[in-house]
Nanobody, 137 residues
Framework: EVRLVESGGGSVQAGGSLTLSCATSGYGGTYSNTCMAWFRQTPGQGREGVAV????????KIPDTLKGRFAISQDREEKTTTLQMNDLKPEDAAVYYC????????????????????????????WGQGVQVSVSS
């Protein structure tokens, strides 16, 4: 079965940077047709989509609120995904989760744009254990 393991969590001063990694296992030839996403959650809040990458093409999507500070990338050979976080703010503190699933946004429009992956919690059946990110002011 597919397993995801996050690493790289920790504490950082506001304005600093942190990189999280997601290692996968259990994938074979199906990995290229996979969406790899990052979510975050704080107490009392639902899981918020942070970033997503479609493995096959490398196309990425970042919410407008995080664009410019967060970036997602991958190593297809190693089947790993990286979340780079810059200029961290106290409100970025959360438990960060890696998730994977099949593309769900498949229609005539997405076939032209390549935008196959959404960052909605329900789209992702596979989840890592989560890592804590703390940001001090």
């Amino acid at each position: 079965e597919v397993r995801l393991v996050e690493s790289g969590g920790g504490s950082v001063q506001a304005g600093g940077s942190l990189t999280l990694s997601c290692a996968t296992s259990g994938y074979g030839g199906t990995y290229s047709n996979t969406c790899m996403a990052w979510f975050r959650q704080t107490p009392g809040q639902g899981r918020e989509g942070v970033a997503v990458i479609y493995v096959g093409s490398g196309r990425t999507k970042i919410p407008d609120t995080l664009k410019g500070r967060f970036a997602i990338s991958q190593d297809r050979e190693e089947k790993t995904t990286t979340l780079q976080m810059n200029d961290l703010k106290p409100e970025d503190a959360a438990v960060y989760y890696c998730a994977s699933g099949l593309p769900t946004q498949v229609n005539l429009a997405s076939l032209h744009t390549g935008d196959f992956c959404r960052i909605l919690e329900a789209d992702y059946p596979n989840w890592g254990q989560g890592v804590q990110v703390s940001v001090s002011s």
